[in-house]
């Protein structure tokens, strides 16, 4: 397996995904500043199946609830 390098910064591709999430717009409106949609798509598509989103939620409800002095985790 070839790995290529992306040349976004993954920070910058995070941005349009987190663009297109907050605004509700489709992803071919993602503003040229930005990495193309396409790239944006296929980064969150990735991350959507290998389960990178769960884990962040997570770890920010965790870090989340510990900054407003709850425990990690809600009661069952």
Same mark, same amino acid.
């Given at each position: 397996?070839?790995? $290529?390098r992306?040349? =976004? &910064? @993954?920070?910058?591709?995070v941005? *349009?995904?987190l !663009?297109? @999430?907050?605004?509700?717009?489709? #992803? $071919?409106?993602?503003?040229g500043? @930005? &990495? &193309? #949609?396409?790239? /944006? !798509? =296929?980064y969150?598509?990735? =991350?959507? /199946?290998?389960?990178? #989103? /769960? $884990?962040?939620? *997570?770890? @920010?409800?965790?870090?989340?609830?510990?900054? *407003?002095?709850?425990? &990690? *985790?809600? $009661?069952?």
């Amino acid at each position: 397996m070839v790995k $290529r390098r992306s040349k =976004w &910064p @993954l920070m910058e591709i995070v941005n *349009a995904i987190l !663009y297109v @999430l907050k605004n509700g717009c489709v #992803w $071919r409106d993602v503003p040229g500043d @930005l &990495p &193309p #949609w396409s790239t /944006a !798509y =296929w980064y969150f598509d990735k =991350w959507e /199946a290998d389960g990178t #989103w /769960a $884990r962040v939620s *997570a770890c @920010l409800t965790v870090s989340s609830r510990e900054h *407003a002095q709850k425990k &990690p *985790a809600p $009661r069952p």
